[in-house]
């Protein structure tokens, strides 16, 4: 575990880690001599020495002095690299989750990933910072003891050493069962903490349809599989600690017998004895501590494995050489994707988007439109096949350059909980005020903040939950206003706007998209109807393709499709808004 964790140290602390495990180990040796000092100055004293007593304390007094400032080195060490590691770490997955493709976050919660960032780093950086340097001092005071004892009677030196390995392993068995309950109980715990964040965000969900009981019982469940789980841990934890602490007792006592057996026998003194047994007791203090070490180390195990694996998810190949883009174009070449390897999404699709051109991608429900949209922006690589933006395959251009020849509008509109003057720069992070309030006058963001106190410095709160759904989208619109790239990807609202909202989202949409490259997952009748050209999707394959008119000509699934919700919307093509 102690390995695993010190891969994770940053590198530019690596460097302090051995130091830390030196300067540690010379602790501990230096503790271990200072209890062995002990044994002649006890004696010196007993045999009315002064002389003696008072040079052995001088020599003693020098190597806790020694030791004195290996333990401010070792404190001073292991708080550099604390906060280092904290630092450092927290960096390396902030890196790592911007490097991730984008689809990866789908499959993410926000518990499990704020769980990994903030908790698994903090018992890391402990386990790395303090435990370790514990470690080493429970392993290397007693062992140190024992080789001291050597030049005093070999008979005690081998009766600890015989100790020591035995308490170890006592000490692991005890553990066995700790650790495999401690694992149980982060298991738990992340299931909870998921729940949790899931409870509250499907609260309008639960009360719109009368459910806040059972969505309290999928967290009930989760807190009472918590609870049990922790209660065997304690459990466990408290039995090891307990039979631990018998056994260290008895080899104490064994010990003391040891040293009384050589007092009866001649072959060491009343004296010697006593300092013996004192320097007995402090053999047996550090083993002690090690259970608890374990325990804790043991723990921090888990948090290493939940960074670790989130350091080790796989990113896309990232092109980080220039390239000269060509027109706003976007070309899809028998293209196939499927989330995983048995079932595919999309399956040899090929269209190109001329530039300055509109494409509606329409179709029934899951035929895979959102996702055509979606590999554009590589949320994830195709399978087979290639898609090409501005003349070049999106594998083989910076993420960079290809993000900013894209605006994406998708249904699911994410505000910062911050003002909305800072969400809409968002689009263009170093564009002025007079450039902020041009895109919010646009997209009639400008109506929002005139009846919000601060206007548009007023807080949006988390996720834009103080706006409605049509001011959300109102303010994503200025975003990608401000940002003002070539080509627009746009998933078009399925839910209902107010008539006022939704003529004011059609007018910033109609701002936005003006001169540009546009693939939009339509569902307005208005936006179908006036595209350049049109796809018909169904099973993850363009079943057919062409403009509205030729569409309807052909009289087959598009016309269908049109005709019914024309039907239903009471609709018709010549009523529909510019
Ligand atoms: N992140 C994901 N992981 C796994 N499967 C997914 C993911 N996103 C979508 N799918 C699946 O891929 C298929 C196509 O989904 P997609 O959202 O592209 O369809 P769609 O045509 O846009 O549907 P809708 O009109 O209902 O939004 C569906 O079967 C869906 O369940």
Same mark, same amino acid.
């Given at each position: 575990?102690?390995?695993?964790?010190?891969?994770?140290?940053?590198?530019?602390?690596?460097?302090?880690?051995?130091?830390?495990?030196?300067?540690?180990?010379?602790?501990?040796?230096?503790?271990?001599?200072?209890? /062995?000092?002990?044994?002649?100055?006890?004696?010196?004293?007993?045999?009315?020495?002064?002389?003696?007593?008072?040079?052995?304390?001088?020599?003693?007094?020098?190597?806790? #002095?020694?030791?004195?400032?290996?333990?401010?080195?070792?404190?001073?060490? %292991?708080?550099?690299?604390?906060?280092?590691?904290?630092?450092?770490?927290?960096?390396?997955?902030?890196?790592?989750?911007?490097?991730?493709?984008?689809?990866?976050?789908?499959?993410?919660?926000?518990?499990? *990933?704020?769980?990994?960032?903030?908790?698994?780093?903090?018992?890391?950086?402990?386990?790395?910072?303090?435990?370790?340097?514990?470690?080493?001092?429970?392993?290397?005071?007693?062992?140190?003891?024992?080789?001291?004892?050597?030049?005093?009677?070999?008979?005690?030196?081998? @009766?600890?050493?015989?100790?020591?390995?035995?308490?170890?392993?006592?000490?692991?068995?005890?553990?066995?069962?700790?650790?495999? $309950?401690?694992?149980?109980?982060?298991?738990?715990?992340?299931? #909870?903490?998921?729940?949790?964040?899931?409870?509250?965000?499907?609260?309008?969900?639960?009360?719109?349809?009368?459910?806040?009981?059972?969505?309290?019982?999928?967290?009930? /469940?989760?807190?009472? $599989?918590?609870?049990?789980?922790?209660?065997?841990?304690?459990?466990?934890?408290?039995?090891?600690?307990?039979?631990?602490?018998?056994?260290?007792?008895?080899?104490?006592?064994?010990?003391?017998?040891?040293?009384?057996?050589?007092?009866?026998?001649?072959?060491?003194?009343?004296?010697?004895?006593? @300092?013996?047994?004192?320097?007995?007791?402090?053999? &047996?203090?550090?083993?002690?501590?090690?259970?608890?070490? %374990?325990?804790?180390?043991?723990?921090?195990?888990?948090?290493?494995?939940?960074?670790?694996?989130?350091?080790?998810?796989?990113?896309?190949?990232?092109?980080?050489?220039?390239?000269?883009?060509?027109?706003?174009?976007?070309?899809?070449?028998?293209?196939?994707?499927?989330?995983?390897?048995?079932?595919?999404?999309?399956?040899?699709?090929?269209?190109?988007?001329?530039?300055?051109?509109?494409?509606? &991608?329409?179709?029934?429900?899951?035929?895979?439109?959102?996702?055509?949209?979606?590999?554009?922006?590589?949320?994830?690589?195709?399978?087979?096949?290639?898609?090409?933006?501005?003349?070049?395959?999106?594998?083989?251009?910076?993420?960079?350059?290809?993000?900013?020849?894209?605006?994406?509008?998708?249904?699911?509109?994410?505000?910062?909980?911050?003002?909305?003057?800072?969400?809409?720069?968002?689009?263009?992070?170093?564009?002025?005020?007079?450039? &902020?309030?041009?895109?919010? @006058?646009?997209?009639?963001?400008?109506?929002?903040?005139?009846?919000?106190?601060?206007?548009?410095?007023?807080?949006?709160?988390?996720?834009?939950?103080?706006?409605?759904?049509?001011?959300?989208?109102?303010?994503?619109?200025?975003?990608?206003?401000?940002?003002?790239?070539?080509?627009?990807?746009?998933?078009?609202?399925?839910?209902?706007?107010?008539?006022?909202?939704?003529?004011?989202?059609?007018?910033?949409?109609?701002?936005?998209?003006?001169?540009?490259?546009?693939?939009?997952?339509?569902?307005? *009748?208005?936006?179908?109807?006036?595209?350049?050209?049109?796809?018909?999707?169904? %099973?993850?394959?363009?079943?057919?393709?062409?403009?509205?008119?030729?569409?309807?000509?052909?009289?087959?699934?598009?016309?269908?499709?049109?005709?019914?919700?024309?039907?239903?919307?009471?609709?018709?093509?010549?009523?529909?808004?510019?």
């Amino acid at each position: 575990m102690i390995d695993r964790a010190l891969r994770l140290v940053p590198d530019e602390y690596a460097s302090l880690t051995p130091r830390l495990i030196t300067v540690t180990a010379a602790q501990a040796l230096s503790q271990a001599a200072a209890y /062995c000092l002990l044994v002649p100055v006890l004696e010196a004293l007993f045999d009315g020495d002064t002389g003696m007593a008072w040079f052995w304390t001088a020599i003693m007094a020098v190597v806790v #002095a020694v030791m004195g400032v290996l333990t401010f080195l070792q404190a001073t060490l %292991g708080l550099r690299i604390a906060v280092g590691m904290q630092l450092g770490l927290q960096t390396r997955l902030g890196d790592k989750l911007n490097a991730l493709p984008l689809g990866w976050f789908e499959t993410q919660n926000a518990a499990q *990933l704020s769980r990994i960032v903030v908790d698994n780093v903090r018992e890391i950086q402990g386990a790395v910072a303090y435990l370790t340097a514990k470690l080493i001092t429970s392993v290397l005071v007693p062992l140190g003891v024992a080789v001291g004892m050597l030049f005093v009677d070999w008979r005690i030196a081998v @009766a600890m050493l015989i100790a020591a390995p035995v308490l170890f392993a006592v000490n692991r068995l005890g553990n066995r069962a700790f650790l495999r $309950a401690d694992e149980r109980t982060h298991v738990a715990a992340a299931e #909870a903490e998921t729940r949790v964040v899931e409870f509250a965000q499907a609260q309008p969900i639960l009360r719109a349809f009368g459910a806040v009981g059972s969505g309290n019982r999928a967290l009930d /469940c989760a807190l009472e $599989a918590q609870k049990k789980a922790a209660t065997r841990n304690v459990v466990s934890a408290v039995t090891g600690v307990i039979v631990f602490g018998l056994v260290v007792q008895a080899v104490f006592l064994a010990l003391t017998y040891v040293v009384v057996g050589q007092v009866t026998g001649g072959t060491v003194s009343a004296a010697a004895a006593i @300092a013996l047994i004192a320097v007995s007791a402090r053999f &047996i203090e550090p083993l002690n501590q090690a259970a608890q070490i %374990g325990n804790a180390l043991r723990s921090a195990s888990a948090s290493v494995d939940g960074a670790s694996d989130l350091l080790a998810e796989p990113v896309l190949p990232e092109h980080d050489s220039p390239v000269a883009l060509g027109a706003p174009e976007v070309v899809f070449e028998s293209v196939s994707f499927g989330y995983d390897a048995e079932s595919p999404v999309v399956s040899d699709v090929s269209f190109t988007v001329a530039p300055g051109t509109t494409t509606a &991608i329409v179709g029934p429900s899951g035929a895979g439109k959102t996702t055509l949209l979606r590999l554009v922006a590589r949320y994830a690589d195709v399978d087979s096949g290639s898609i090409r933006v501005g003349g070049h395959d999106v594998r083989t251009q910076p993420t960079e350059t290809l993000l900013n020849q894209l605006s994406l509008v998708f249904q699911n509109v994410y505000l910062f909980d911050r003002s909305i003057a800072e969400n809409i720069r968002v689009g263009r992070p170093d564009a002025s005020d007079a450039d &902020i309030r041009w895109a919010g @006058a646009i997209a009639r963001v400008d109506e929002i903040a005139d009846r919000l106190p601060d206007g548009y410095d007023s807080p949006v709160g988390e996720g834009g939950t103080t706006l409605s759904g049509g001011e959300r989208q109102r303010v994503s619109i200025a975003r990608a206003l401000l940002k003002d790239a070539p080509i627009v990807l746009l998933d078009e609202a399925t839910s209902a706007l107010d008539p006022h909202s939704e003529a004011v989202v059609i007018r910033g949409i109609h701002e936005l998209t003006k001169d540009k490259t546009v693939i939009v997952v339509a569902h307005r *009748l208005a936006t179908i109807a006036h595209a350049d050209q049109i796809l018909f999707l169904d %099973g993850g394959r363009i079943v057919e393709h062409g403009t509205h008119d030729e569409l309807l000509a052909l009289g087959s699934r598009y016309a269908g499709f049109w005709n019914e919700r024309a039907r239903s919307r009471g609709w018709r093509l010549d009523s529909a808004p510019a």
